[in-house]
């Protein structure tokens, strides 16, 4: 699927508009789950089904009750865990226990790694998760040492994406000018804030997407620059564009 832009952000999808979108960028950001890797993977599914049984363990619910509070903790405070934290569960004891899945399932790409690696610039790992789920993963995507770090839930001293403080932490902790980066999201609603920043921002769907240019611009929410269901692909024309650039 080609990149789609809306309208109100550039004139035209044309491969060569990237280099309006990109060109000044020095810092990618990425999101994790479902971003990095295809939704069909299957591993959210498992990491959902790994705080059910967190839940059914410590208030000893049903399956039924414990999904019902999970929906309930992540409406209200972003992420289940900020509000497992006013119960005084232990942070660390649940971020082990939902992320200890089985990622063999999860198929190396080396398509996005060599396109990762081909960006100029900086390039980290922004997750509501935990810093040891995005390493692991990204070593299982074959991604290893690509990122120089994975910011998580605990770096932003559990305030999740898509509050303006995760993002004013994030910044803080590197040093990054949100004018001079990007952001890659599978959520419209995490890249808002990005896009008020003065960040590049592109919408990573899942598969099958909408494949009428027209109708994905449409359907594109505000704060979102760029869409596209083949993350790799869309990395790798921006490369092209880069390198017609300098020649």
């Not at 942070?91 to 992320?99: A, C, P, R, W, Y």
Request: hydrophobic share 45%.
């Amino acid at each position: 699927m080609a990149p789609l832009l809306k309208p109100s952000s550039f004139r035209s999808s044309d491969d060569a508009d990237l280099i309006v979108g990109f060109g000044h960028v020095t810092t990618w950001v990425f999101d994790l789950d479902n971003t990095l890797y295809p939704p069909e993977s299957g591993v959210w599914p498992m990491i959902n089904e790994r705080i059910t049984l967190f839940l059914v363990d410590r208030f000893g619910l049903d399956g039924l009750s414990a999904r019902a509070l999970h929906q309930h903790y992540y409406a209200r405070h972003g992420a289940t865990l900020c509000g497992l934290v006013l119960d005084n569960i232990e942070v660390e004891q649940f971020l082990e226990f939902v992320h200890d899945i089985d990622r063999s399932g999860l198929k190396p790409d080396p398509l996005l790694a060599r396109e990762v690696a081909r960006l100029p610039g900086r390039k980290l790992i922004f997750t509501n998760g935990s810093r040891h789920h995005a390493l692991m993963t990204a070593r299982q995507l074959g991604l290893d040492g690509l990122f120089e770090d994975a910011f998580d839930i605990l770096a932003a001293q559990l305030t999740p994406k898509p509050a303006e403080a995760a993002y004013d932490a994030f910044f803080a902790r590197y040093g990054i000018d949100p004018k001079r980066a990007a952001m890659f999201e599978d959520l419209p609603k995490n890249l808002a804030i990005p896009k008020e920043k003065g960040m590049t921002t592109v919408l990573v769907t899942g598969k099958p997407a909408i494949t009428d240019q027209r109708l994905a611009e449409a359907l594109a929410p505000e704060g979102t620059d760029f869409v596209t269901d083949d993350l790799a692909a869309f990395l790798g024309r921006v490369n092209s564009q880069f390198a017609r650039a300098e020649a």
